[in-house]
Each structure stands twice: as structure tokens, then as C-alpha cells.
Nanobody, 122 residues
Framework: QVQLVESGGGLVQPGGSLTLSCAAS????????MGWYRQTPGKERDLVAT???????NYADSVKGRFTISRDNAKNTVYLQMNSLKREDTAVYYC????????????????WGQGTQVTVSS
């Protein structure tokens, strides 16, 4: 199967920056799209940003101009550069991958990372 391993979360002051990484491994034919979602207690998981295999990006309005999503297709890795962080960006961030497996490349399977906490606080 497929594993998504996230890294890069932590505590940062308002106005600061963090970079999240998520590496996918397993019997992968292709991944399209990859992305990041976030969730706070008692609320639904919301889209932050997605990126296609052709590097077309989509962002939530709340992060446009501050966050940048990118990917390394050779490494099956997606990144989220977060700048000008605000207290309201505090959440658990989850990596998402739409994966076509080697064994069934005509089906897209949804995979999620374990989540990484981002806390923006002074």
C-alpha cells in the first residue's frame, strides 16, 4: 500500500514561517493531485492547497499570497511553504494524495497523512 509521512510542523510566532513536507512511498503508479488540508477541534477538515502532477495549483482564499505549494514528482513529495503566519492558521495539517497504484492504475485511491500540528502563538 501507500504511506504518507509528514514533517515540519511546530510552534511559530505570528508573522513567522514554516515549511511542511509530505513524502509518499509504496507501490505508486502516479499521484494526482497532492495537497494539504487543515482541521481545528470541532470543525471539518478544510482545503488549504492542492497541486496537480502538471503543477497547477489551487489555494483557499485565506492563504492566497502567503502559502505556496510545490511538489517533486520524482520523490513523490509535496511541500507547503507558509509565510506571514497568523494565529488563525493554527491547526492540524494533513497531507492528501490521490494515488494510482501499480496494481490498479485505473483507480484513484485517497490517502491521508497522520497530521502535523502547526501552532501560531506568541
Amino acid at each position: 500500500q501507500v504511506q504518507l509521512v509528514e514533517s515540519g510542523g511546530g510552534l511559530v510566532q505570528p508573522g513567522g514561517s514554516l515549511t511542511l513536507s509530505c513524502a509518499a512511498s509504496g507501490s505508486i503508479f502516479s499521484i494526482n493531485p497532492m495537497g494539504w488540508y487543515r482541521q481545528t477541534p470541532g470543525k471539518e477538515r478544510d482545503l488549504v492547497a492542492t497541486i496537480t502532477i502538471g503543477r497547477t495549483t489551487n489555494y483557499a482564499d485565506s492563504v492566497k499570497g502567503r502559502f505556496t505549494i510545490s511538489r517533486d514528482n520524482a520523490k513523490n513529495t509535496v511541500y507547503l511553504q507558509m509565510n506571514s503566519l497568523k494565529r488563525e492558521d493554527t491547526a492540524v495539517y494533513y497531507c492528501y494524495a490521490g494515488v494510482r497504484l501499480m496494481s490498479s492504475f485505473n483507480i484513484v485511491n485517497d490517502y491521508w497523512g497522520q497530521g502535523t500540528q502547526v501552532t501560531v502563538s506568541s
